[in-house]
């Protein structure tokens, strides 16, 4: 009696004990797989909202779209006569016969070989297959072929526009995440949020009538509305490539504003690339160099410093230039023209005609480094414009402290000083509205159901006065139509504009043969529907503004006249 009492005794405690490390020690672990157990639940997808253009229509969407996966035990088909059956599927059917039946073959040879794994019973086959081609292989009838509804993003416009747009790839975690451009800035906005719905289900998996349920739906993303013109945004993409043919550039860039909101209307960077296939392209394709790339501006940029001295009182349009009969010496270097050729006593309207670069030390000099550099600074220069893309950076410029006196002179002919091409064009926005700057904006309003918001401009503090902005027009207005470009001008309309070559530095020289073409300006003059820059890198036909970006700006704004409605003045 004693020794069956001792194994009782000792059986009571070894039930307590387990009991407790089921209950106390296990108790949250088994609990939760007690809730797994008689708890169904799964995630309901947020559809990403889309990005339109400002005619409401598509620039991306999304589109359901599906997972191909394989249950490996149910199968009863050969795995080499599943995949052989699947790869055509699997193919896009756009290519050569001769590459669509290796890339089949290729495609076969890889299904197989996830069919033939061991260490899985699901086993995913092929991503981001359309509906159509679902349709095509449940018409196999394949058993253990099944689907997981998933989401595409599509860019109906293919390559136009993927600098604005940037693309949706995946995270760390596999989910689904804006990278680049209106994508990668707004991505919480358009990505809304998941919904969940949870319910007591039998052993079997079967919900209970009478069981709780939890059900929260899934919130879908906000729409952005942009400012883009489809019609001016396809205008822009096919000149601009047409261009860099013609001039044998190795890339280039336009963008074009409306002065009045800042809005950006269109805006391209040739190479471009596809964002529904951003996976084949490496990654310097992606970055936005009208935002994310520096250049020396050259002559485009010396209407600011123009612009800076009618402000500071310095100069008058018909100032004489008592230094433009020849080359000017600061410190050990020697400045001259651009075609050596020089103007005694030209007025200030003449130094812009003629992109005298001596004349532009000479307004320099009446300025000094700080003037200069606070005009620099307050026209946005060194600093983001914060636009609504992602990417943006901005190159440094140097303060008054570090600025020496050949900086300062250098910097009045745009040389020597680095800045993106939305400083820029920002920068000549400022003198299209009489000299009160604008954020430059590429989403015009959010929408979702029943709900709109719209993203008012924002102006910031006046940087010169009207006056100075109205003579400064009047002098581009000269150099467009007198300068070295005005073979190509258009006789009639109201434009003013400015032509710039910058040499490109080279390892702390600048090579003499590669240059960046630009050219920048609005119209009409009077009452600018649109400010536009234009910009070639290395253009071959000739490294000169005024024989490759200046035709290739007047060839756009040719029929932005036409869209806009703007007449001749004679």
């Not at 229509?57 to 599943?82: C, H, P």
């Amino acid at each position: 009696m004693k020794i069956v009492s001792f194994f009782i005794g000792l059986c009571f405690v070894a039930i307590v004990a387990r009991l407790f490390y089921w209950q106390v020690i296990k108790g949250r672990e088994f609990a939760k797989i007690a809730r797994q157990q008689h708890l169904s639940g799964n995630k309901l997808m947020a559809s990403r909202g889309a990005i339109l253009a400002s005619d409401g229509s598509w620039l991306a969407e999304t589109v359901d779209s599906y997972l191909v996966f394989a249950m490996r035990n149910e199968l009863t088909e050969s795995k080499r006569v599943a995949a052989n059956k699947l790869a055509p599927f699997f193919v896009f059917e756009d290519l050569e016969e001769k590459d669509r039946k290796e890339m089949v073959l290729n495609e076969a040879m890889r299904v197989e070989g996830l069919l033939e794994r061991e260490d899985a019973v699901w086993i995913p086959l092929k991503n981001s297959v359309d509906v159509d081609v679902k349709k095509n292989i449940q018409a196999l009838d394949i058993d253990g072929i099944g689907f997981d509804l998933k989401e595409a993003r599509i860019y109906p416009e293919g390559s136009q526009s993927a600098h604005i747009l940037g693309f949706v790839g995946k995270d760390d975690e596999g989910e689904n995440k804006g990278y680049f451009g209106l994508e990668g800035y707004y991505d919480l906005t358009l990505k809304g949020k998941e919904g969940f719905r949870q319910r007591e289900v039998s052993a079997l998996g079967i919900p209970l009538l009478g069981g709780n349920l939890k059900d929260a739906p899934a919130i879908s993303g906000t729409s952005l509305v942009t400012h883009i013109d489809k019609r001016i945004q396809v205008l822009v993409e096919e000149t601009l490539k047409t261009g860099i043919e013609k001039y044998g550039a190795s890339a280039g860039v336009v963008i074009v504003i409306n002065p009045s909101n800042g809005g950006v209307m269109a805006m391209a960077a040739y190479p471009s690339y596809d964002p529904k296939e951003y996976f084949k392209y490496s990654g310097e394709f992606f970055r936005n160099p009208i935002i994310s790339d520096s250049f020396e501006p050259g002559s485009i940029f010396k209407p600011i410093v123009m612009a800076a001295g009618l402000n500071e009182g310095v100069i008058e349009s018909e100032t004489k230039c008592d230094i433009c009969d020849g080359p000017v010496k600061i410190d050990k270097y020697e400045i001259s023209t651009w075609d050596n050729k020089y103007y005694p006593d030209s007025s200030m309207t003449d130094v812009l005609v003629h992109s005298d670069n001596v004349g532009m030390v000479y307004i320099a000099q009446k300025l000094g480094v700080e003037k200069l550099s606070k005009y620099l600074r307050e026209f946005g220069f060194g600093s983001l414009t914060d636009i609504d893309l992602q990417g943006e950076m901005t190159p440094v410029i140097r303060d008054e402290n570090s600025m020496s006196v050949v900086d300062l002179a250098t910097a009045s002919f745009g040389q020597g000083i680095a800045v993106t091409p939305i400083q820029m064009v920002n920068a000549i926005v400022t003198v299209a509205r009489d000299g009160v700057p604008i954020k430059p904006q590429v989403v015009d309003k959010l929408i979702a159901e029943g709900w709109e918001e719209d993203i008012k401009p924002i102006e910031g503090k006046r940087i010169i006065s009207k006056r100075t902005a109205n003579e400064l027009t009047k002098m581009m207005i000269a150099a467009a139509k007198k300068g070295e470009a005005k073979w190509t001008a258009l006789r009639g309309f109201s434009y003013a504009g400015k032509t710039g070559t910058a040499q490109i530095p080279v390892q702390g020289y600048y090579d003499e043969e590669k240059t960046i073409a630009s050219f920048v300006g609005f119209a009409p003059a009077e009452k600018p529907k649109f400010v536009m820059l234009v910009t070639l890198r290395e253009p071959q036909s000739s490294q000169w503004a005024s024989e490759t970006a200046a035709p290739l700006w007047f060839e756009i704004a040719k029929e932005l006249f036409s869209y806009f409605n703007i007449q001749p003045e004679d």
